[in-house]
């Protein structure tokens, strides 16, 4: 593996279609498919202000773009994917709604703190809250994950959580229904093998939702999370060789991969009014596969 150190000590991978994690979704033969045809919104998001990492593509850029046409304003946190990014903001923007583009490290947590602080200068108040961004970086042993790739792991998946929670809970707090959504994984309940420092981030982030829901539920802040399975994202084709491309979600119940809007209505509900009573909770969006716990 080709190991090249940036502002952000970025391990870099090369795969399918010659694309660098996390992958360009521009550039990819097979785009996902962002938001369903004939989707209409019923203003069930309002004039509410979300904050997005990793909003640029795949789920986070559906979520995005849904959520604008719910009504929401969006500010979308990201690393350098500019091309991405700014094609997220022209379709928040044909809806008529502000897109913010936050580019920078997440794993820097005064970076977490800054991203927090222009969201709510330019778009006035944070209602949502969503840790959506991460990485990942097969290896077939434990023995090949270097310390570098360790940190740089945790620091993007989960770390980024408490400093964006962190940051994020004064503004909060001023506003009723606020809540927080994190994107876990079905990995976090069945493991892989070539995912291993991956899927304990996302092991660790379910315990955090449960956990942060408990410690905010007296203020009326909700804290949930969304586990999807193989969704079809510009991480995939720029992670695994073409063999396993070829064959991605084939193995589950419904013998395909997700797309990303398929996702993208359960961060509209976990956000809504319709979901005020749910917290500490798990929405699974994986095709078919039985999970518990």
């Not at 809250?129 to 620091?155: C, K, M, W, Y």
């Not at 927080?180 to 070539?194: M, P």
């Not at 060789?241 to 990303?260: H, I, L, S, Y």
């Amino acid at each position: 593996m080709d190991t090249t150190s940036d502002t952000n000590a970025r391990t870099k991978r090369t795969g399918h279609n010659g694309l660098e994690e996390p992958g360009i979704q521009e550039k990819m033969i097979s785009k996902p498919v962002v938001v369903r045809d004939g989707y209409r919104g019923a203003d069930r998001l309002l004039d509410r202000v979300a904050l997005i990492t990793g909003g640029d593509s795949g789920i986070g850029r559906s979520v995005a773009v849904v959520y604008a046409k719910e009504g929401a304003d969006v500010a979308i946190v990201y690393k350098d994917e500019h091309e991405d990014a700014q094609e997220t903001q022209r379709l928040i923007e044909a809806e008529g709604r502000q897109c913010l583009l936050l580019p920078g490290d997440i794993g820097s947590e005064s970076f977490c703190q800054q991203a927090v602080q222009q969201t709510v200068s330019r778009l006035g108040r944070l209602d949502i809250l969503i840790n959506n961004a991460a990485e990942q970086h097969p290896q077939e042993s434990i023995e090949d994950i270097g310390q570098e790739q360790l940190v740089r792991t945790f620091s993007t998946n989960i770390f980024s959580n408490f400093y964006l929670a962190k940051a994020a809970l004064p503004h909060l707090r001023r506003q009723p229904g606020s809540t927080i959504i994190n994107t876990a994984s079905v990995v976090a309940y069945r493991g892989q093998n070539q995912l291993l420092d991956y899927s304990a981030t996302k092991g660790a982030m379910v315990t955090f939702t449960r956990s942060l829901s408990k410690m905010l539920a007296p203020e009326n802040i909700r804290v949930n999370a969304v586990a999807p399975g193989p969704i079809w994202t510009p991480l995939i084709p720029s992670t695994f060789p073409d063999e396993k491309v070829a064959k991605f979600g084939q193995d589950t119940p419904m013998g395909r991969p997700g797309q990303p809007w398929e996702c993208a209505g359960a961060y509209v509900f976990l956000a809504s009014e319709d979901a005020t009573y749910i917290t500490g909770q798990v929405i699974h969006i994986n095709g078919g596969d039985v999970v518990n716990g």
